[in-house]
């Protein structure tokens, strides 16, 4: 069983940047893909970023390509979201999941078998 548990998240304004944190517990992440993805109030969760389970390969949501950065450190059993240049349609709360069957970076959340609890992201404008 894979526990993860995200971090980071904060009230912010439009133009600044965060950093995500997810930390896995439990066993190993470093051979399965990694996810980031978001739900804000009254919408379904949706994809944001994954990367693959060496870090080579990336997939990104358009609405967010060339503003985030998903990075993992397979020694620390962690992976990162860089938000850089945050808008106030980026509220939401991030979710950071595990794809233990598949080392490619997948935007299908069912796909994903461990998620995190989320941690809240305001961006005021």
């Known amino acids: 069983q894979v526990q993860l548990v995200e971090s980071g998240g904060g009230l912010v304004q439009a133009g600044d940047s965060l950093r995500l944190s997810c930390v896995a517990s439990?066993?190993?992440?470093?051979?399965?893909?990694m996810g980031w993805f978001r739900q804000a109030p009254g919408k379904e969760r949706e994809f944001v970023a994954a990367?693959?389970?060496?870090?080579?390969?990336?997939n990104y949501a358009d609405s967010v390509k060339g503003r985030f950065t998903i990075s993992r450190d397979n020694a620390k059993n962690t992976v990162y979201l860089h938000m850089n240049s945050l808008k106030p349609e980026d509220t939401a709360v991030y979710y950071c999941?595990?794809?233990?069957?598949?080392?490619?970076?997948?935007?299908?959340?069912?796909?994903?078998?461990?998620w995190g609890q989320g941690t809240q992201v305001t961006v005021s404008s």
């Open positions: 999941a595990a794809d233990r069957y598949n080392g490619r970076p997948r935007a299908l959340g069912n796909v994903y078998d461990y």
């Open positions: 439990g066993r190993t992440v470093r051979m399965y893909a």
């Open positions: 990367v693959s389970y060496a870090g080579g390969s990336t």
